[in-house]
Each structure stands twice: as structure tokens, then as C-alpha cells.
């Protein structure tokens, strides 16, 4: 597998990185924990070099997962993890509730003493000594942008983590912070449904060397085509509440996905590859985090780089997107 630098840091993205968040459970219905553990091992065994995860995440439960699946082959893997968001102290900026583990609101917190305690408890969950990328999940409108990048500072300087990045930033915030500290990467919200980023953020990060690698390439899933507007979630599972996921959304995404079908098996590829392929086909593009639950899924996923679309097929795809008008 491919893998591309992330801004001027040592850290490499392979193309397609492992997404850490659903095999959490909170927010997604539950996890397996055992299914969870084969997915990142086939995933490594398949080409993929890196593992994006946070603490908030189950609150450690991903991280603590990712540690046990990476555990013997950690110099196989760079390791990318966050902070910012906290649920055990009610200081920071609030940020949302969250109904699952007996219930906790959320903060966004990103003060400079909280991140150092923060990461201290990241290296411990994933057993590990070294966080390769540490990015700002959230930016935090309580605290000054140049307090959390001197904490980056710090750990880098401490050897603690190889390269900062943030998330959910606009550029104007990335300018902010690369005035303090080189910023590898940012990490964004980016699918064939959801192209807000094509705008501003990615010529921005083109322009000044942040890498860029997004989330939800799959839409949480809807992209591969398996949910039918009649599906009902498990209990816990945030889709349910989701805008992309109600009823008369599925329908027209699916309805757009079937019109994508003969150009997928044209390349041998089901929905999720030709989604995947096309989302890191896309300039400014570094690397995409795909999100599984099992094996199957993780092999299928890495699988999505293995045929080349062409001018024609990725024009074709844009044509379909564009007539997309979503609720
Ligand atoms: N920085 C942020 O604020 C932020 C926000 C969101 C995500 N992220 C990162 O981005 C990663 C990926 O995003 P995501 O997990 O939200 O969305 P995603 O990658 O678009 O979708 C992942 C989900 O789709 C389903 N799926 C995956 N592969 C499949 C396949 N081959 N066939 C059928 N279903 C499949 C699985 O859920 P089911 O089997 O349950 O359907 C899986 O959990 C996250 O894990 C996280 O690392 C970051």
C-alpha cells in the first residue's frame, strides 16, 4: 500500500489508514471486541501502515483496542490518536451529551495542562512510549489556539509524539497554529456526499504542505450501498439520528449508488471500493480513514486500490454526485 508523507514530518499516512472510532461502540450500537482485534490485524496484514484512533472514542476503548491489536508488531504502524474532548471534567467549552456508559456531557477542553495529562493517558491505553501523530480533535473557543499548540510543542520536544495535527479546523485556525508549530496534517469530514472541503480547506492545505486526511469516506457506511430506509439501528447506534441516514436519504443515495453499480463491477469492485478509490483519487487528498468492524469489511476496504479509474470513470462519478440534492 501506498503511503504519503503528512505536511514536512516524519509520519507517513498509508493511503488508506484504519478508523478506530465505530470498534469503540459508543456511538455505533456496541462493539465486538474480538472482531474488532482481527479487523486492525488484517488490515496491517494487507498493506495498511497506520491507525487513527482518540480517547474519546469509548472513552479509551479504542485506544485500548488498538494497543492490544498493534501489540508485538508496533514498529509495523504509526499510530495516530487526539485530545480535546473530555467527559470526566466539566471545564472547556461545552460540546455535546452523550446518552451511552450512564451518560457524560462532553467538553471540549484543549488547555495546554489538560493535553500533557492527556497523553500521558493515551501512551498508557495503547501501550505504547511514542504517539506518532497527535491532533486536536475539536477546537476548543475557551482556550487560545497558541496555549494548545505549546503543548504540542512540549510532547514533540519530549520525544512523547513525532508530528501534531489538528481536526475539524477551518484554515483560518490552521494559519493560527502553523505560526507556532509545524501542523502535519488536518483531518476533516470528507465524502462523496459531503464535499464541503473542495472549497477552501483543501486548496488551502495544497498550498501550504498540511496533509489532509479525512473521515467518514464511506458516510458512516451509507456509501456501501447495505442500508435500506427501512433499516432500524441498534440501540445506542447515533445513525439512527443522523440527517444523511433518514429515510428519504438512504433512498436518494441509493438510488445514486445504483446508478454507480456497472462502473464497480466494470473494475471488479464493489460500492465501498469504488467509494474509497475515488475519495483518495481526489487532489489535495492524502490519505482517507476507513472505519471496520470485522475482517471481512478491513480486507474489502484495503482491497479498494487495486484498479485505476479512469478521466472517463471519474468524471462519470462527478456527473452522478452532482445531480445528488439530499434532504
Ligand atoms: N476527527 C473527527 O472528528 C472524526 C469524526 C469521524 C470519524 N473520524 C475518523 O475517521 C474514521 C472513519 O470514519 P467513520 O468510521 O465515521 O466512517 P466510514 O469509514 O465512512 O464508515 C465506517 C463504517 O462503515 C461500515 N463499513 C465499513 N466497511 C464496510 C464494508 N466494506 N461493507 C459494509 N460496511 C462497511 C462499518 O459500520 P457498520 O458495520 O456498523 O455499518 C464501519 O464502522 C473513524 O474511525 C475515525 O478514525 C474522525
Same mark, same amino acid.
Given at each position: 500500500?501506498?503511503?504519503?508523507?503528512?505536511?514536512?514530518? *516524519?509520519?507517513?499516512?498509508?493511503?488508506?489508514?484504519?478508523?478506530?472510532?465505530?470498534?469503540?461502540?459508543?456511538?455505533? !450500537?456496541?462493539?465486538?471486541?474480538?472482531?474488532?482485534?482481527?479487523?486492525?490485524?488484517?488490515?496491517?496484514?494487507?498493506?495498511?501502515?497506520?491507525?487513527?484512533?482518540?480517547?474519546?472514542?469509548?472513552? !479509551?476503548?479504542?485506544?485500548?483496542?488498538?494497543?492490544?491489536?498493534?501489540?508485538?508488531?508496533?514498529?509495523?504502524?504509526?499510530?495516530?490518536?487526539?485530545?480535546?474532548?473530555?467527559?470526566?471534567?466539566?471545564? !472547556?467549552?461545552?460540546?455535546?451529551?452523550?446518552?451511552?456508559?450512564?451518560?457524560?456531557?462532553?467538553?471540549?477542553?484543549?488547555?495546554?495542562?489538560?493535553?500533557?495529562?492527556?497523553?500521558?493517558?493515551?501512551?498508557?491505553?495503547?501501550?505504547?512510549?511514542?504517539?506518532?501523530?497527535?491532533?486536536?480533535?475539536?477546537?476548543?473557543?475557551?482556550?487560545?489556539?497558541?496555549?494548545?499548540?505549546?503543548?504540542?510543542?512540549?510532547?514533540?520536544?519530549?520525544?512523547?509524539?513525532?508530528?501534531?495535527?489538528?481536526?475539524?479546523?477551518?484554515?483560518?485556525?490552521?494559519?493560527?497554529?502553523?505560526?507556532?508549530?509545524?501542523?502535519?496534517?488536518?483531518?476533516?469530514?470528507?465524502?462523496?456526499?459531503?464535499?464541503?472541503?473542495?472549497?477552501?480547506?483543501?486548496?488551502?492545505?495544497?498550498?501550504?504542505? $498540511?496533509?489532509?486526511?479525512?473521515?467518514?469516506?464511506?458516510?458512516?457506511?451509507?456509501?456501501?450501498?447495505?442500508?435500506?430506509?427501512?433499516?432500524?439501528?441498534?440501540?445506542?447506534?447515533?445513525?439512527? !439520528?443522523?440527517?444523511?441516514?433518514?429515510?428519504?436519504?438512504?433512498?436518494?443515495?441509493?438510488?445514486?449508488?445504483?446508478?454507480?453499480?456497472?462502473?464497480?463491477?466494470?473494475?471488479?469492485?464493489?460500492?465501498?471500493?469504488?467509494?474509497?478509490?475515488?475519495?483518495?483519487?481526489? *487532489?489535495?487528498?492524502?490519505?482517507?480513514?476507513?472505519?471496520?468492524?470485522?475482517?471481512?469489511?478491513?480486507?474489502?476496504?484495503?482491497?479498494?486500490?487495486?484498479?485505476?479509474?479512469?478521466?472517463?470513470?471519474?468524471?462519470?462519478?462527478?456527473?452522478?454526485?452532482?445531480?445528488? $440534492?439530499?434532504?
Amino acid at each position: 500500500m501506498q503511503t504519503r508523507q503528512l505536511g514536512s514530518s *516524519p509520519v507517513r499516512a498509508s493511503v488508506i489508514t484504519f478508523g478506530a472510532w465505530a470498534i469503540g461502540g459508543a456511538m455505533w !450500537g456496541g462493539t465486538d471486541e474480538r472482531k474488532a482485534i482481527e479487523a486492525i490485524r488484517a488490515s496491517i496484514d494487507l498493506g495498511i501502515t497506520s491507525i487513527d484512533t482518540a480517547p474519546v472514542y469509548g472513552f !479509551g476503548k479504542s485506544e485500548e483496542l488498538v494497543g492490544r491489536a498493534v501489540a508485538g508488531r508496533r514498529d509495523e504502524v504509526q499510530i495516530f490518536t487526539k485530545f480535546g474532548l473530555r467527559g470526566d471534567i466539566a471545564e !472547556g467549552e461545552y460540546f455535546f451529551h452523550l446518552n451511552e456508559d450512564g451518560g457524560a456531557d462532553v467538553y471540549r477542553n484543549a488547555r495546554k495542562e489538560r493535553i500533557i495529562e492527556e497523553c500521558e493517558r493515551s501512551l498508557k491505553c495503547l501501550n505504547t512510549d511514542r504517539i506518532d501523530l497527535y491532533q486536536c480533535h475539536w477546537r476548543d473557543h475557551t482556550t487560545p489556539v497558541e496555549e494548545t499548540i505549546e503543548a504540542l510543542v512540549e510532547l514533540h520536544k519530549a520525544g512523547k509524539i513525532l508530528a501534531g495535527g489538528v481536526s475539524n479546523f477551518t484554515a483560518e485556525e490552521i494559519d493560527a497554529c502553523r505560526k507556532v508549530f509545524p501542523v502535519a496534517s488536518l483531518q476533516p469530514p470528507y465524502s462523496m456526499v459531503f464535499r464541503g472541503i473542495e472549497a477552501d480547506i483543501l486548496p488551502y492545505c495544497r498550498t501550504n504542505n $498540511v496533509g489532509v486526511i479525512v473521515y467518514s469516506p464511506m458516510q458512516r457506511g451509507l456509501l456501501t450501498g447495505k442500508f435500506s430506509p427501512e433499516h432500524t439501528f441498534a440501540e445506542g447506534d447515533s445513525r439512527a !439520528g443522523d440527517r444523511f441516514f433518514q429515510p428519504e436519504n438512504i433512498r436518494r443515495v441509493n438510488r445514486m449508488l445504483d446508478e454507480m453499480r456497472p462502473l464497480a463491477a466494470e473494475h471488479k469492485a464493489t460500492l465501498a471500493q469504488l467509494v474509497i478509490n475515488w475519495t483518495v483519487r481526489q *487532489p489535495g487528498v492524502t490519505a482517507a480513514l476507513v472505519g471496520a468492524r470485522d475482517a471481512a469489511q478491513a480486507r474489502e476496504n484495503a482491497g479498494a486500490l487495486a484498479f485505476t479509474l479512469s478521466d472517463a470513470d471519474l468524471g462519470a462519478i462527478d456527473s452522478l454526485i452532482n445531480h445528488l $440534492v439530499l434532504e
